[in-house]
């Protein structure tokens, strides 16, 4: 059994920052890429950022200068920092890893946590 939890979504003023955190847990052999996608009322689900194992980051073009991918292979977490935040970032947060146990190597997805930028 494998589980992806995410935390530190809420409510936060235009211009603020969050930082969310997502920790993989079980019977893990290797954990590949981890990302961060969000889905905002109405639109499809987009790839925010994502980063491989040795530190290669992508970005997605709105995120980019803004928002900060980062992990720690030895607690299997994946961190999204998110700077100068405005009403556009509002989603529901979704962190996702590629994930190698003894069977089969597969996509976990988090059950998502909601940001929300308003003032």
């Known amino acids: 059994q494998v589980q992806v939890v995410e935390s530190g979504g809420g409510l936060v003023q235009p211009g603020g920052s969050l930082r969310l955190s997502c920790a993989a847990s079980?019977?893990?052999?290797?954990?590949?890429?981890m990302g961060w996608y969000r889905q905002a009322p109405g639109k499809q689900r987009e790839m925010v950022a994502q980063?491989?194992?040795?530190?290669?980051?992508m970005y997605e073009d709105s995120a980019k200068g803004r928002f900060t991918i980062s992990r720690d292979n030895a607690k299997n977490t994946v961190y999204l920092q998110m700077n100068s935040l405005n009403a556009d970032d509002t989603a529901v947060y979704y962190c996702?890893?590629?994930?190698?146990?003894?069977?089969?190597?597969?996509?976990?997805w988090g059950q998502g946590t909601q940001v929300t930028v308003s003032s």
């Open positions: 079980g019977s893990i052999f290797n954990i590949y890429t």
């Open positions: 980063i491989s194992r040795g530190g290669t980051t």
């Open positions: 996702y890893a590629r994930i190698r146990t003894r069977a089969i190597e597969s996509d976990y």
